[in-house]
């Protein structure tokens, strides 16, 4: 009975001494572009290992999460898949100066789960006017204006346009993909590699569209979140690029 009554004063008091630890936290709210979607959630799992912080995760395409943004939703980082949009939104001043930096530099790549799909790629566009071809959106999804400049300069946008599948986020057109919707598509490459997918598979080069180079910025209205400086602050660390190079991006030399 004594023995009883030391236990539970013993985890009162545990709880006293963890309920101010856990309460020093701080939380951050992302807007986080959809092909970083496995990556992110690594990259969480460490964070919330080793910080007192919390984060909440939105995901969307880069246009979608911009418009959201500048119609007042309350993010507080934006990363966004291309580095037009944080651009805009620091001429516009809803950002922090001087916290945008480059996290991640993606690849397009074409897909399709079909391994006999195709050894001759363009030989496998040039065709796919009778077949489903799946793209992003590429009003709204970097991705999607990487894969159109890559037809156009293969001289097959005119060709293929009417008749592809539009996802509105590149995690969509992935699915649309994976689910045999689509034959093939241009998909984020990090997504095969994350999912371990086999198939033909198509690492386009990067002469053919302009850098997909993704963009983090600190929103005006985190400026004294700590919670959203240290995950900036992270994203920066030789951990976080290690596991988002192991997620198949490109990475700047310095920051």
Do not use: C
């Amino acid at each position: 009975m004594v023995k009883t009554g030391f236990s539970m004063f013993r985890g009162l008091i545990l709880a006293l001494v963890l309920v101010p630890a856990l309460a020093t936290g701080a939380e951050a709210r992302l807007a986080v572009a959809a092909n970083f979607f496995a990556t992110t959630q690594v990259l969480a799992d460490l964070f919330r290992q080793t910080t007192e912080h919390s984060i909440v995760i939105s995901y969307g395409s880069t246009g979608k999460l911009y418009a959201q943004i500048r119609q007042g939703a309350p993010f507080d980082v934006f990363m966004a898949a291309d580095q037009w949009r944080p651009e805009r939104l620091e001429a516009l001043g809803l950002t922090e100066p001087d916290t945008r930096f480059t996290y991640a530099i993606g690849r397009l790549a074409l897909w399709s789960p079909d391994p006999d799909a195709f050894s001759d790629p363009e030989a496998f566009l040039a065709g796919s006017f009778q077949r489903p071809l799946a793209i992003a959106n590429p009003a709204t999804a970097p991705y999607g204006l990487a894969a159109q400049q890559a037809l156009t300069k293969l001289g097959l946008w005119q060709q293929l346009e009417a008749g592809l599948v539009r996802g509105e986020s590149i995690a969509q057109t992935f699915q649309f993909v994976a689910t045999g919707n689509a034959r093939g598509g241009f998909i984020a490459l990090t997504q095969l590699l994350t999912e371990n997918r086999d198939g033909s598979v198509w690492r386009v080069p990067t002469d053919l569209h302009e850098p997909i180079i993704q963009q983090a910025t600190l929103l005006e209205r985190a400026r004294d979140n700590p919670a959203a400086l240290a995950w900036m602050t992270f994203l920066k660390s030789p951990e976080a690029r290690a596991i988002i190079r192991s997620h198949g991006y490109d990475l700047t030399e310095s920051l």
